[in-house]
């Protein structure tokens, strides 16, 4: 699989490539918006392709800046696939339903869709894919989504304002994008992008529960896929700021007692490691998994890395002194034991470990400008 992309590193593009290295694809080819600007280029990174994947977009700003950047943008990618020798298979162009509503934006996502059509002349099929209102883990606030925006207030201790209260239909962006890889169905995805139908005060109140529960590491309820992906959506506002959870310790004369987790009504796994000195655990992520770790005896370092970044947060942890740290999603991460003896680690999941279906995505923790907290 050869894929192509276009907007690789904003919101939606980097859900795409995170899903594309949970399905073990190659990386994709990155095209640039330098790259739009050269077409012979451009070209020579399309031509071949099985798949590409047209995100690149304006979205808000001057309106009239919105509408001429999307049709430019479109007409660029066309120019360059007219050079190919060998045209891409297929282009996915990820499209909006507010497409031709009479705004600058709309109607700029309906004129671009009508130009990449042009990609049929060359005997490229044409996937002109509407999405709807998308959320997710690490969206920009005040540009992204509805759901970003309250997310990063209620992480920063503000409120979110309700102006207009309305129903939305949300989509989380990695649904999306499996849609777009036109991915096979399976793991924590589903390309039939399942919309969660909710009303905007209904929205601030939901993560409003979240981020008051989460403060004192509390896991709310998770009776639905959309739950969780909201839930998982705000602690990815609040990493690594917020991490690690302070574990109380009670004691007596029959010994210590803490309270690692404490969650609302669902599924949950919790399960007990040891490891000896020097080995190391974890080395994957997870796309939808809450997972939870804290170490009771022993010393040892979690590590973090945002999937498709350099940076790697560390956690040093003692059990002398029980903390816990919670594995966002999309984050690799591993827990080594740094001491002299063995490690004695307690896990948990907001859900049953599925062989068949393991969200967990083999990758190592790799570190170029390592950053320490704690």
Not at 251 to 269: C, F, I, S, T
Not at 353 to 365: H, I
Request: aromatic share 6%; hydrophobic share 40%.
């Amino acid at each position: 699989m050869k894929l192509a992309l276009t907007g690789a590193e904003g919101f939606l593009g980097w859900h795409v490539r995170v899903l594309a290295r949970a399905l073990r694809w190659p990386d994709p080819v990155v095209v640039t918006r330098s790259d739009l600007a050269e077409p012979a280029a451009l070209a020579g990174k399309l031509a071949g392709a099985d798949r590409v994947l047209h995100l690149a977009g304006v979205n808000r700003g001057d309106p009239a800046e919105v509408a001429a950047g999307n049709v430019e943008l479109a007409t660029a990618l066309v120019r360059g696939l007219r050079r190919c020798p060998t045209p891409p298979k297929t282009l996915a162009y990820a499209n909006s339903v507010q497409a031709g509503n009479g705004t600058p934006y709309g109607d700029s996502k309906s004129v671009a869709a009508d130009i990449l059509s042009r990609a049929g002349e060359l005997g490229t099929e044409v996937a002109d894919l509407r999405l709807p209102n998308l959320y997710g883990e690490h969206g920009r606030p005040f540009y992204n989504s509805v759901v970003a925006t309250f997310c990063r207030m209620l992480a920063d201790g503000d409120e979110p304002e309700v102006r207009e209260d309305r129903e939305l239909h949300l989509v989380h962006a990695t649904d999306a994008a499996a849609r777009l890889l036109d991915a096979p169905p399976g793991g924590s995805w589903d390309p039939t992008m399942p919309a969660l139908r909710i009303g905007v005060r209904a929205l601030a109140e939901l993560l409003a529960d979240h981020a008051a529960g989460y403060r004192t590491g509390q896991i709310p309820p998770l009776p639905d896929r959309h739950h969780v992906r909201l839930f998982n959506t705000y602690r990815s506002h609040c990493f690594p700021a917020q991490q690690p959870i302070a574990l109380t310790r009670r004691g007596d004369a029959r010994g210590d007692l803490v309270e690692v987790v404490r969650a609302g009504a669902g599924a949950g796994q919790t399960f007990c490691s040891t490891s000896h000195p020097g080995v190391t655990r974890g080395e994957h992520f997870h796309l939808a998994k809450v997972e939870r770790f804290a170490v009771v005896r022993g010393t040892a370092e979690i590590s973090l890395r945002r999937v498709g970044h350099d940076e790697v947060v560390r956690f040093p942890v003692d059990g002398d002194d029980p903390v816990a740290v919670d594995m966002p999603t999309m984050w690799v991460h591993n827990i080594v034991n740094t001491g002299s003896t063995e490690l004695l680690t307690l896990f948990w999941t907001n859900e049953l470990f599925d062989p068949s279906r393991p969200d967990t995505y083999p990758e190592p923790v790799t570190a170029r400008e390592p950053a320490t907290v704690g």
